[in-house]
């Protein structure tokens, strides 16, 4: 690739087309849109929002460049900030007399948030990202530190899966942070990117955790028995333990991948000790045995805190007990990775996620995904110069300069109580763990009419059902129409395991069931898992999201306020305003080999025959 000296293009740019990151057809592609915008947006940015470079091809391009890219300049090309305000931190920088790093001024004065430079950091320093946590660090090694010298230069040693001395730094170009590393560890240590603050919290849950007990683990207690079931769930990674008592033994199974799986049995005769260990832990009344009883545990391990929610029921044979782990994940996924079809992420963006204002639904029944769907959203809307606040029972994730209340009944902290409040704090984002009811549909509305954007769950099957339970509780049709911008129903399906994946074809029953025929199915390449040690047997390894958005333009709106039933407004939807079914869009993945015809017919809605493959494909954009 030969360049001209009046290449338009900036640096950036230039050196991905010399290293054939990207050809000239994709750049002029992308700069003919660029000149299109309404807005300005950097090429580099529109090139990677078409999926022709990835930032791991940045990375790569900027290692391999002897003339480095200033931060800045790499931060406006990916659209993190414009020229005004890298010209305006340097501007703070010139007069400040403490020598202060530019990328320290911008986070410090709101130009961007922390989590976000330090990634773009690590494009441009060609170091790894990381969030480091209990789980993730090499105990081993931090051993060999003070830990009043961890938190003084802000590093931590983190394991490695190819035997490499890996060690977490807020800033890898500190001189004496890395000599400090060096002495203890070593001249090999492989330096990684990660937040100050997270070096700093985890070095102070290391301290606390030393000389601590360790925790009791066995089946000859009761104690022991509990911990090692709450232990053993974590590490399946499960959402639920379910213990329950039968005629003849306890049994205990977990939900993982959203399917119910047997874990062990145990004899009948624990069962009263271990009901009254697990209210004691959770603060409920041990001596009522009659009466269905809830609490909250907050389980303390070696790789941090669990927040557990527990429910007795009573049964015949005794109480049965429900446990939800929550918190487990530290980490808030992409939008851009849960699993939306480009065509539908586009549209959801720019018409809900970054509308000014409205109501924003995500619909589905209790396990589909819908909470982390939200704080994905909330994720892409968070920076420096918005206010997000959010009332949820419970907080799932805890968000870092997000305003989160936890409902708690026990305290008169209902959600009536909460959302009277929230309009008062200056929200420029309100997030309403789940409508409920009339009153909390109706502060959405309301909020929504005085210009703030909120975001919400519902429990409804398909997108067009959160309409009508809207109507359904007296919210007045004309300020449904006016106020929801969008609504997201999901499914979350079992993903084929990939290590034992094999080709098949549906059966005639299936396709009587899918109510479509093989030519509607051409060219799609179904697979499923036969089974092996990776995912227990099941031919199944983690999950996969399925998705339905309706975006309600002028026909939409126009039905509503007519008053037109389900099947007219799904009608209206598909013919007129893109809407693709979430039966449609499983079938799009399945014919993929993502998941299985039988994941489509055990968890997603059929209202009509679904349209041929090929033109899903072209409606998902895939």
Known sequence: MTLTPTDPYSAIIRLLLQVNKVNRHQVEHAARIQSKLTTFSPLLKILKDL???????????????????????????????????????????????????????????????????????SIQMGYAFMEPGLNTIDRERCEKIPKTVMAGHSFIPVKSDDGSVRVAFADPLDHEALQTAKRFLGNTIVPVIAQSRSIRKTVELLADKKG????????????????????????????????????????????????????????????????????????ADITEKRRHQGGRILFEHDEGQLDLRVSFFVTIHGEKIVIRLLNRKQELYDLHTIGLSPRMLSRFLEDAVYHPSGVVLVTGPTGSGKTSTIYSCIHALKSPQVSIITAEEPVEYVIDGVAQCSIDPKIDLTFEETLRHIVRQDPDVIVIGEIRDAYSAEVAVQA??????????????????????????????????????????????????????????????????????????????????????????????????????LVLDEPVRTAILERKTSYEIRAISINHSGLVALLEDGLVKAAAGLTTVDELLRCLPIFSPPRPLAELRRLAGA
């Open 51 to 121: 999926k022709f470079v990835t930032d791991q091809d940045v990375r790569e391009t900027l290692r391999t460049t002897s003339s480095p890219i200033r931060i800045g300049d790499l931060l406006i090309e990916l659209g993190y900030i414009s020229p005004e305000d890298l010209e305006a931190a340097c501007r703070l920088q010139q007069e400040s007399n403490s020598q202060e790093k530019l990328g320290r001024i911008l986070v410090k004065h709101n130009f961007i948030d922390e989590q976000v430079f330090i990634e773009i950091l």
């Open 212 to 283: 601590g007990q360790a925790l009791a683990v066995d089946n000859t207690t009761v104690v022991g028995t509990v911990n090692s079931i709450i232990l053993e769930a974590l590490k399946n990674n499960a959402s639920d333990i379910h213990i329950e008592p039968m005629e003849d033994r306890l049994q205990v199974r977990f939900r993982e991948d959203g399917v119910l799986n047997h874990f062990k049995d145990f004899p009948r005769e624990i069962i009263p000790a271990l009901s009254s260990r697990l209210k004691i832990l959770c603060q």
């Open 448 to 549: 929504a009419l005085t210009g703030h954007k909120v975001l919400s769950t519902f429990h409804t099957e398909d997108s067009i059902g959160g309409l009508i339970r809207l109507l359904n509780m007296d919210i007045a049709p004309f300020l449904v129409s006016s106020t929801v911008v969008s609504v997201l129903a999901q499914r979350l399906l079992r993903r084929v395991c990939p290590h034992c994946a094999v080709d098949v074809k549906p059966t005639p029953i299936q396709f009587q069931r899918l109510r479509c025929t093989v030519k509607d199915l051409q060219e799609a390449q179904f697979k499923k898992g036969r089974g092996c040690t990776l995912c227990k047997q099941t031919g199944y390894r983690g999950r996969i999201g399925v998705f339905e958005l």
